[in-house]
């Protein structure tokens, strides 16, 4: 790479199902949150190559009902999002509730509360459009068969300007099982472009599929495909779906996801323009790029999404989310740095896919060491807290009191099929209950486990394979517990995270 060049991935980190936007000079995107809290994280970029998160447009997942709990592949999927009247918007589907809407006149908000703008079960990937030169507004979607028992079509209706409501009860209007060779399409991206209704959908699954581009000349068609990127002898699968968008000096860019297991759903960022038969090319004549020129933009300082952090006052950054909605006193602010987590009471602290207070952060994409110092200010027998690696197996090193009132380092882990974790190494006392954790994530997200007491780092137990649920890549945990009971069971304090380079 040099300054006039970009390496993809530009978001090398699970920011699954990318969508972008432009509003002046400024380019924004979104991407699905799932069952995190706070959810629906928002991106910021001069350049579509170095990118900051900036915020979260949902602070809460609704029906809050069904968010006590952590639901790792459920809630949030695949948002788009546009701007439109002076405001920001955002629809995404709810698998097992329907299709919802925010809106902010600011990027940073204020966002409305979730607003259900059409109730049922395996309503997906919804995308919006406001036509300007008809008024007319409309929104398609895609359909999850898990929940419905259909799927590969796309489903248009007419919609309310304000975006409140559907107006009529949908039309099919692409239906995969009629073209040949096409299965699982999904993830549409509505647009406007040279007197044509486009799409772009990608179909053919998230590990080996392929992102197609239909057009009509009526938003209920009929539509015309093709092919305009795929695989090809690249070694970036899928590639699955994203957005276009347009620069202010009339560049044409595309920002698509790869999914890489563990690492979840990185993403990549692919010249576009417009062939002399009116079609989209992508990449290289429909092949992902690896490196390539940067776009056409004033040049920008090096950034990605924050990792680190100090957590001064005892608040943690834009780039942690809970589990599942939180709940009051799961984290103290105080006058110092340092986090301070409660050790939340529950008789689930044996398996943490269970636990709703895991405080968490994407896995990075690039070999990587995972650093923080913890201590263990409860003096509960059995309260334990530590660094995880969190998908539907995990692995976690910490600190746990024992009945004798010490501090003992602990590693544990539980494989997919596991209901409950066991030891990973020998536990080891742990002066004045301070401990400074590692994990360094090599090749394949291989996990090592490591830890300090004061005399040097030691490894613990076997290398850990981290893996991914079925949607969401696995992720780096915080956590502080204690067995059910009453009371309150005091307190952990981590400090000094830190994520540097292998």
Same mark, same amino acid.
């Given at each position: 790479?040099?300054?006039?060049?970009?390496?993809?991935?530009?978001?090398?980190?699970?920011?699954?199902?990318?969508?972008?936007?432009?509003?002046?000079?400024?380019?924004?995107?979104?991407?699905?949150?799932?069952?995190?809290?706070?959810?629906?994280?928002?991106?910021?970029?001069?350049?579509?190559?170095?990118?900051?998160?900036?915020?979260?447009?949902?602070?809460?997942?609704?029906?809050?009902?069904?968010?006590?709990?952590?639901?790792?592949?459920?809630?949030?999927?695949?948002?788009?999002?546009?701007?439109?009247?002076?405001?920001?918007?955002?629809?995404?589907?709810?698998?097992?509730?329907?299709?919802?809407?925010?809106?902010?006149?600011?990027?940073?908000?204020?966002?409305?509360?979730?607003?259900?703008?059409?109730?049922?079960?395996?309503?997906?990937?919804?995308?919006?459009?406001?036509?300007?030169?008809?008024?007319?507004?409309?929104?398609?979607?895609?359909?999850?068969?898990?929940?419905?028992?259909?799927?590969?079509?796309?489903?248009?209706?007419?919609?309310?300007?304000?975006?409140?409501?559907?107006?009529?009860?949908?039309?099919?209007?692409?239906?995969?099982?009629?073209?040949?060779?096409?299965?699982?399409?999904?993830?549409?991206?509505?647009?406007?472009?040279?007197?044509?209704?486009?799409?772009?959908?990608?179909?053919?699954?998230?590990?080996?599929?392929?992102?197609?581009?239909?057009?009509?000349?009526?938003?209920?068609?009929?539509?015309?495909?093709?092919?305009?990127?795929?695989?090809?002898?690249?070694?970036?699968?899928?590639?699955?779906?994203?957005?276009?968008?347009?620069?202010?000096?009339?560049?044409?860019?595309?920002?698509?996801?790869?999914?890489?297991?563990?690492?979840?759903?990185?993403?990549?960022?692919?010249?576009?323009?417009?062939?002399?038969?009116?079609?989209?090319?992508?990449?290289?004549?429909?092949?992902?790029?690896?490196?390539?020129?940067?776009?056409?933009?004033?040049?920008?300082?090096?950034?990605?999404?924050?990792?680190?952090?100090?957590?001064?006052?005892?608040?943690?950054?834009?780039?942690?989310?809970?589990?599942?909605?939180?709940?009051?006193?799961?984290?103290?602010?105080?006058?110092?740095?340092?986090?301070?987590?409660?050790?939340?009471?529950?008789?689930?602290?044996?398996?943490?896919?269970?636990?709703?207070?895991?405080?968490?952060?994407?896995?990075?994409?690039?070999?990587?060491?995972?650093? /923080?110092?913890?201590?263990?200010?409860? %003096?509960?027998? *059995? &309260?334990?807290? =530590? $660094?995880?690696? +969190?998908?539907? @197996?995990?692995?976690?090193?910490?600190?746990?009191?024992?009945?004798?009132?010490?501090?003992?380092?602990?590693?544990?882990?539980?494989?997919?099929?596991?209901?409950?974790?066991?030891?990973?190494?020998?536990?080891?006392?742990?002066?004045?209950?301070?401990?400074?954790?590692?994990?360094?994530?090599?090749?394949?997200?291989?996990?090592?486990?490591?830890?300090?007491?004061?005399?040097?780092?030691?490894?613990?137990?076997? /290398?850990?394979?981290?893996?991914?649920? %079925?949607?969401? *890549? &696995?992720?780096? =945990? $915080?956590?502080? +517990?204690?067995? @059910?009971?009453?009371?309150?069971?005091?307190?952990?304090?981590?400090?000094?995270?830190?994520?540097?380079?292998?």
């Amino acid at each position: 790479m040099t300054a006039e060049t970009y390496t993809n991935p530009v978001l090398d980190a699970d920011w699954s199902d990318p969508d972008v936007v432009r509003v002046g000079d400024d380019f924004y995107l979104t991407a699905s949150s799932f069952g995190r809290a706070p959810g629906l994280p928002l991106l910021h970029s001069r350049d579509l190559v170095n990118w900051t998160l900036v915020g979260h447009a949902l602070e809460r997942l609704e029906p809050a009902g069904e968010f006590t709990g952590p639901r790792h592949d459920c809630g949030v999927w695949a948002p788009s999002l546009r701007h439109h009247d002076d405001r920001f918007w955002i629809f995404w589907g709810d698998p097992d509730q329907g299709i919802f809407q925010v809106n902010a006149p600011e990027i940073r908000g204020p966002w409305t509360r979730p607003h259900l703008v059409k109730a049922g079960k395996g309503l997906i990937d919804p995308c919006p459009l406001w036509d300007d030169d008809t008024g007319e507004a409309y929104l398609v979607h895609a359909w999850a068969k898990s929940r419905s028992g259909v799927k590969n079509r796309l489903t248009g209706h007419r919609m309310h300007p304000d975006g409140t409501e559907l107006l009529d009860d949908g039309k099919v209007i692409v239906d995969g099982d009629r073209i040949p060779g096409w299965f699982t399409l999904e993830g549409p991206k509505l647009y406007r472009h040279d007197g044509w209704f486009w799409i772009l959908a990608p179909a053919g699954g998230v590990e080996t599929g392929w992102q197609g581009a239909f057009r009509s000349r009526g938003f209920f068609g009929p539509y015309e495909e093709r092919t305009v990127l795929e695989q090809k002898d690249t070694d970036v699968n899928g590639p699955h779906q994203g957005g276009w968008v347009r620069t202010p000096s009339g560049e044409d860019w595309f920002l698509h996801f790869q999914q890489r297991g563990a690492y979840g759903r990185v993403v990549h960022l692919q010249p576009m323009c417009w062939g002399t038969d009116g079609w989209p090319v992508l990449g290289a004549d429909g092949a992902p790029v690896a490196v390539h020129r940067r776009p056409g933009l004033p040049p920008q300082p090096p950034a990605a999404p924050a990792t680190d952090d100090d957590f001064p006052g005892g608040r943690f950054g834009r780039q942690w989310s809970w589990t599942a909605n939180p709940h009051a006193g799961w984290a103290t602010q105080h006058s110092g740095d340092g986090l301070k987590l409660a050790c939340v009471r529950s008789a689930e602290a044996h398996d943490l896919r269970r636990i709703s207070s895991v405080l968490t952060q994407r896995l990075p994409g690039t070999p990587s060491a995972v650093e /923080v110092e913890l201590r263990l200010d409860s %003096r509960e027998p *059995g &309260a334990r807290a =530590g $660094l995880t690696v +969190l998908g539907d @197996a995990f692995g976690w090193i910490g600190l746990q009191r024992g009945t004798d009132g010490a501090a003992h380092v602990v590693h544990r882990f539980a494989e997919a099929v596991a209901e409950r974790e066991r030891d990973a190494g020998h536990a080891t006392f742990a002066p004045e209950g301070r401990v400074r954790l590692r994990i360094e994530i090599g090749a394949g997200a291989r996990c090592r486990f490591l830890y300090d007491v004061g005399d040097g780092p030691r490894a613990s137990g076997p /290398v850990f394979a981290a893996t991914p649920w %079925r949607w969401v *890549g &696995a992720l780096l =945990g $915080l956590f502080a +517990l204690a067995p @059910a009971g009453q009371g309150h069971a005091g307190a952990a304090t981590f400090t000094q995270f830190r994520i540097s380079a292998l």
